[in-house]
Nanobody
Framework: QLQASGGGSVQAGGSLRLSCAASGRTFSRYSMGWFRQAPGKERDFVAAISWSGFTYYADSVKGRFTISRDGAKNTMYLQMNSLKPEDTAVYYC??????????????????WGQGTLVTVSS
């Protein structure tokens, strides 16, 4: 089970840190990712981290967002800096058990959290 938290309202240029806590099993051997979905739009890839530590970012967040994980806490994070109004969305965390992990594809993930809302005002 994945539980996303840390969303909220912030002004443009501000920062937020999202957390994704895993329970029920150890996710250290899983690849994990963040996606977001704005109203009326599809769920888009934001960032991912493989079980071995490789990181992947969408071009729109590269240089502003940082994904990380803490194996001891079974938790993944997304540090979001220099937020923009276009970052407004519900953010979802997800985990993948697949050997051939495709970080940018929703179908590559097996477990999803419930989402946390991020609102960035101009």
């Amino acid at each position: 089970q994945l539980q996303a938290s840390g969303g909220g309202s912030v002004q443009a240029g501000g920062s937020l840190r999202l957390s994704c806590a895993a329970s029920g099993r150890t996710f250290s051997r899983y690849s994990m990712g963040w996606f977001r979905q704005a109203p009326g739009k599809e769920r888009d890839f934001v960032a991912a981290i493989s079980w071995s530590g490789f990181t992947y970012y969408a071009d729109s967040v590269k240089g502003r967002f940082t994904i990380s994980r803490d194996g001891a806490k079974n938790t993944m994070y997304l540090q979001m800096n220099s937020l923009k109004p276009e970052d407004t969305a519900v953010y979802y965390c997800a985990a993948s058990r697949r050997t051939w992990f495709q970080p940018r594809e929703t179908w590559s993930y097996d477990d999803w959290g419930q989402g946390t809302l991020v609102t960035v005002s101009s």
